[in-house]
C-alpha cells in the first residue's frame, strides 16, 4: 500500500477507525490518527497497553509498545465501528 492513503485514512475528518490488514494475517485497529505514524516505507503502529481503557470522550491510551510493518505488507485497511474493540 502507498504511504499517501494510509495518511488520507489519518487526515479524513472526522476521523473514522480503520483495521490495518497485513500479509502474515495479522490486523492492526487504529482507533485514533495519533496511535500511526507514516514514514516513506513503513507504519509504525502504536499499540497500547493491554486492558487499557478507552473512553467515549475521544481519549486515547497511552502507548505502551509499538510495531514496524513495511508498506508492502499492507494489504488492506477496512473502516470499523469505534464502539466495537479488537486487540492485535
Do not use: C, K, W
Not at 477507525?17 to 500479509?23: E, G, L
Not at 505488507?73 to 464502539?83: C, Y
Amino acid at each position: 500500500m502507498r504511504g499517501d492513503e494510509l495518511i488520507a485514512s489519518l487526515q479524513a475528518r472526522p476521523f473514522q477507525p480503520f483495521r490495518m490488514f497485513v500479509s502474515d494475517g495479522l490486523t492492526f485497529d487504529v482507533r485514533h490518527p495519533e496511535m500511526l505514524l507514516v514514514t516513506r516505507h513503513a507504519a509504525i503502529v502504536g499499540l497500547p497497553g493491554q486492558g487499557a481503557p478507552e473512553n467515549g470522550n475521544g481519549d486515547y491510551p497511552n502507548m505502551d509498545r509499538h510495531t514496524i510493518i513495511n508498506l508492502l505488507h499492507v494489504t488492506r485497511l477496512e473502516q470499523i465501528d469505534s464502539s466495537s474493540r479488537r486487540s492485535p
